[in-house]
């Protein structure tokens, strides 16, 4: 008999899973899919308006309190993992990846994929890295790291993923091609079947929103009539399959 499925999203910052999966999220949640978000860089002080108090502890309670409420609205079910990472300002100073990784950053992605190999007994889905994050960019590198040995698939960074071209995004999917030795399809999850408002919903996370990031996030959504999500075909028919149930 198969084991139940099971999944886990990989989220570099508190919002990522949300902006990228929201309707995926909770159709699989929804469908009785044990659904495990891990937020990996928690500990903040980013935030995309401003806020009453900017104190690193404050911000990171504050994004974590946010991200309760998104998933307590798609279903109560989801399970939360905060790692307590430092995010790339308070770690080194920088966002965008301009450089290979330094030696700390070797060693973030070593811990990260340590950690996963731990945690994870199903579908791991982590971002594609778009954007040139260096914490989205860390994400991906231990799910590269990892994928001989666990089922993984990718979803698009969002707002970032709007930012780009379409041949920009086939050239950035090659390249990941490449890095894993395999070929990958995409499938777009539709928006039939919806019980939740994403542009409502992404608005919970109130310190990370403003006019310019929602906007593309739902431009992004409607172009595509769903969510995106690349792997090989048969990791995308396990998710079918268990969403068909």
Known sequence: MNEPLKLYILSPHIDDAAFGLALTISKCANN?????????????????????NKETIAVSLLRKSEDAAFYKTLNENIKIVNLDLL??????????QEQPFQ????????????LLEQMVDGLLLCPLGIGS?????????????????????????LPYAKRIS???LELHVKKLEEDLGVSLV???????????DKEQAIRLY???MNEEISSEIIAHLNDLKGERIWSEETLLNKLRTALQK
């Open 32 to 52: 009785n899919i044990p659904v495990t978000i891990i937020n990996c860089f928690t500990v903040t002080k980013w935030t995309a308006i401003p806020v009453e």
């Open 87 to 96: 995010d790339a300002p308070l770690r080194n100073g920088y966002i965008f």
């Open 103 to 114: 030696q700390n950053e070797l060693d973030l992605i070593e811990e990260l994929k340590n």
């Open 133 to 157: 994050h260096i914490d989205h960019a860390i994400c991906r590198a231990a799910a590269v790291k990892l994928y001989d040995k666990t089922d993984v698939l990718f979803y698009e960074d």
């Open 166 to 168: 379409h041949q920009q």
């Open 186 to 196: 995409n499938n777009t999850d539709g928006l039939l079947n919806c019980n939740i």
């Open 206 to 208: 109130k310190s990370q």
